[in-house]
């Protein structure tokens, strides 16, 4: 039963397309996080959410939409891709700050923009 | 801004020889210093978290030690499973408390 679960895993799509990453988890954490990494594998934080109430938003063009419809879910939403947009997007939970037991991530959305 | 280095960007072993990867790091505060491994094709999963320096945590040959400027991760007799990229982040006392990636170390571990 996976804990941290995104669909899709893989998605192609064209400039200028709008394509949604859904993320659940059924851990009973109370935050959730959007990473992104690049192909030097650097992981850049996008969004945090606490109890669906959003509490990091990263400096992230506002193409990119956040929405967190119970503490179970949070989905990521990007209007008029760009080529730069090609990246592996991460989904994690966490239980309040993740200091003590880390983060959980998911196996990640690899997003291809052609 | 915080700032997380990793070294050496890549290291291949032979089995059974031990090693060590480092973690520089420049915090505003540090709450925490984790170390993660990342398997291909698959998100990070969390190995340790640091809180203070002189800490030392274990988990099979996986060793984690911390000083005020820098991690590191001692491996053991070394296996092929442990291959892998690993990856350290440190979480700062801000108020969002947030937390910064290195880039990792990609450990490949020779039969």
């Known amino acids: 039963d996976t804990a941290v679960s995104q669909t899709p895993k893989y998605l192609v799509t064209q400039m200028g397309n709008d394509k949604s990453i859904k993320c659940e988890q059924n851990?009973?954490?109370?935050?959730m996080y959007w990473y992104k990494q690049d192909s030097k594998k650097f992981l850049k934080i996008m969004f945090s959410?606490?109890?669906?109430?959003?509490?990091i938003n990263e400096t992230v063009p506002n193409r990119f939409s956040p929405k967190s419809p119970d503490k179970a879910h949070l989905n990521l939403h990007i209007n008029s891709l760009e080529l730069g947009d090609s990246a592996v997007y991460f989904c994690?939970?966490?239980?309040?700050?993740?200091?003590?037991?880390?983060?959980?991530f998911g196996s990640g959305t690899r997003l291809t923009v052609v | 801004e915080d700032q997380v280095t990793q070294s050496p960007e890549a290291l291949r072993l032979q089995e059974g020889e031990s090693s060590s990867l480092n973690c520089s790091y420049t915090?505003?505060?540090?709450?925490?210093l984790f170390w993660y491994r990342q398997d291909p094709g698959k998100g990070p999963e969390f190995l340790f978290t640091?809180?203070?320096a002189g800490e030392e945590k274990e988990k099979e040959r996986l060793k984690a030690t911390l000083t005020k400027k820098e991690s590191f991760l001692h491996i053991t007799a070394p296996k092929p499973e442990d291959s892998a990229t690993y990856l350290c982040?440190?979480?700062?006392?801000?108020?969002?408390?947030?937390?910064?990636f290195g880039t990792g170390t990609k450990l490949q571990v020779i039969p």
């Open positions: 994690a939970s966490s239980l309040g700050t993740a200091l003590y037991y880390g983060y959980t």
């Open positions: 959410y606490n109890n669906k109430e959003l509490i």
């Open positions: 640091l809180y203070s």
């Open positions: 851990l009973g954490h109370d935050t």
């Open positions: 982040a440190v979480q700062n006392s801000g108020g969002y408390q947030k937390v910064t």
């Open positions: 915090v505003s505060g540090l709450r925490g």
